[in-house]
């Protein structure tokens, strides 16, 4: 986390005074990488769950990192590889920008590094959470606490990059950051090998996409039969044997049926008279295979609703570095804070919050939801989107300020005014990617948990893309021929970033009705309850009330 955080945060102030790109391509390079790291996440889970296993492909992929860090440390060391040396901001216009082979380079080593991460991230949270047993009840507290140890390991991580590396990368030059990022890429991989003698591995159980596509092709294939009445007529239909499936099962073969997402059910039904043998596994499914696909297809709205989310997160690695970057960074005489490191705010206070939040508000809330983890997945993240907005509110509001101090006082305001956009970030993020990741994960199955998991950070692949895609609408709308757009110049002064952040805003709190309207929608497979109360509930309600099924019954 200490290497991918020190480039990536930092990226923006490499790409424009080392490779004299402008800013809003620079930014747009920043987000475009971030968003490819977490979009090759679903690559990384996709092979760890069907061919290589999570181990075997965090180590493939760690090299793959490593090496995209060396390459990048090259270049930034020898002035050969990179543009004539220029100041984008007095003498931007002069400036040569990296083409050719530099720009070859440039983007080889950086995408080198993407893979690498990319195909590690969801496998470092999911081998960790395959240590522990999620049928076993005693472990389910033990699971939901592995989460918030794991994401404040990442803060401790982030915290180390923005700071002491930011800080290498600013005083001693940025070969020698990216070269430290390196070696802290071969120590983690070290402690990688030095624990495989004791890791439960999970075997890969092979393609996973082929059992869904089974299901598509066969209810497409069935559209015109009509579902049965009783749901005991669905090839390998199990709701009849509530009772002896246990809460908290991962085996797929044990998956109860949902009344959601019907049309699939068709993939179920028998049209051949003799043994199930007599149609092939892409014109019959069982009902487990179809309720995989729609566990799927339920927790795609979850994941849309987080992508603003991460949009405002590209903002705070993007243009609010260039925001610090115009303001007071003094703090003594001798000492000037880096503005990549405003990013370590909200780490620093994380490393306090987190502990509190699993020490005293698990606890408390327990004792009132009676829940294993406080409160839900579900309500975590969307307590998390709701503070997100504020974010930018504060942003919008200090950019504002800092422009007039700037235009109209010559005043220049410390760096700190922007701390708070920071602070409220980062307590949002506490509650929704911590959520997010144990939403995802408490959903999947056996040979699904590196794939779901994932997903999580694919949201923050589309948000980055997102942002990029933003930028460049607003500046072509809010161009015209005698001015630039909001973002268009290397100059925040004669830019209007405090309106592209109240666009965010408003984007955000949108969002979050959205995400109320889904999550309310959204209903557990019971099979997969690993919160026992929730179990108790979402089973009563499903199969009690409205959803009654049994050899005697029908679905209502």
């Not at 990048?72 to 003498?91: E, W």
């Not at 989460?147 to 990368?169: D, K, M, R, S």
């Not at 069935?222 to 007529?233: A, G, H, L």
């Not at 703090?331 to 620093?348: C, H, N, R, V």
Request: proline share 4%.
């Amino acid at each position: 986390m200490m290497g991918i955080a020190a480039v990536g945060n930092n990226l923006i102030t490499y790409a424009l005074n080392d490779m004299h790109f402008p800013l809003s391509k620079s930014a747009n390079i920043v987000t475009n990488f971030v968003g490819t790291v977490f979009l090759l996440s679903l690559l990384g889970g996709f092979l760890s769950d069907s061919y290589l296993g999570s181990f075997w492909t965090m180590l493939i992929f760690g090299f793959v990192e490593l090496s995209g860090f060396i390459l990048l440390s090259v270049q930034a060391h020898l002035p050969q590889l990179r543009p004539p040396s220029c100041d984008m901001v007095s003498d931007g216009v002069d400036c040569v920008e990296a083409k050719g082979y530099k720009a070859l380079i440039f983007f080889l080593a950086l995408y080198l590094v993407a893979l690498g991460s990319g195909c590690l991230k969801p496998n470092i949270i999911s081998h960790g959470a395959d240590q522990f047993k999620k049928e076993d009840p005693k472990q389910s507290k033990k699971l939901s606490t592995y989460f918030n140890v794991a994401y404040f390991a990442f803060c401790i991580g982030e915290l180390i990059a923005l700071t002491v590396l930011v800080w290498v990368q600013t005083h001693s030059g940025m070969d020698v950051g990216f070269g430290v990022s390196a070696a802290a890429m071969a120590v983690g991989l070290i402690c990688l090998i030095s624990g495989s003698f004791s890791y439960r591995n999970k075997p890969p159980k092979g393609s996973i996409f082929t059992p869904f596509a089974q299901v598509f092709v066969a209810a497409i294939t069935k559209r015109k039969q009509i579902s049965p009445s009783n749901v005991q007529m669905l090839h390998g239909c199990h709701n009849n044997l509530l009772s002896h499936v246990p809460a908290t099962s991962t085996d797929a073969s044990n998956l109860l049926h949902t009344e959601k997402f019907r049309f699939l059910d068709k993939a179920c039904i028998r049209v051949q008279d003799g043994s199930d043998e007599s149609e092939s596994t892409w014109r019959l499914c069982t009902v487990a295979q179809v309720e995989q696909v729609k566990i799927l297809i339920s927790v795609i709205p979850i994941f849309s609703c987080t992508i603003i989310f991460n949009t405002i997160l590209a903002q705070l690695q993007t243009f609010s570095v260039q925001q610090g970057s115009a303001m007071n960074t003094r703090i003594t005489k001798s000492f000037k804070i880096p503005p990549a490191s405003l990013q370590s705010i909200p780490y620093i206070m994380l490393i306090f919050v987190v502990p509190l939040y699993e020490t005293a508000f698990v606890p408390f809330a327990r004792r009132i939801t009676g829940k294993d983890s406080g409160i839900t997945p579900l309500q975590r993240v969307g307590a998390g989107l709701f503070i997100a907005t504020f974010s930018m509110v504060s942003a919008a509001v200090i950019e504002r300020k800092r422009r007039t101090s700037a235009l109209d006082y010559q005043e220049t305001l410390s760096i700190f005014w922007i701390a708070p956009q920071f602070l409220i970030f980062g307590l949002s993020e506490m509650f929704t990617a911590v959520g997010l990741i144990e939403f995802f994960y408490k959903q999947s199955l056996e040979g699904m948990q590196s794939f779901l998991t994932a997903m999580t950070y694919c949201s923050y692949s589309f948000g980055f893309y997102l942002s990029s895609l933003l930028v460049s609408l607003v500046n072509k709308i809010t161009s015209s021929s005698s001015s630039g757009g909001w973002l268009s110049d290397n100059d925040l002064n004669k830019d209007k970033l405090d309106l592209f952040y109240w666009l965010l805003a408003v984007l955000s709190l949108i969002n979050f009705f959205n995400y109320l309207f889904w999550s309310k929608w959204y209903s557990y497979n019971p099979s997969l309850s690993h919160d026992h109360s929730l179990g108790q509930d979402i089973e009563s309600q499903n199969f009690n009330s409205s959803k009654r099924v049994g050899p005697e019954n029908t679905i209502s």
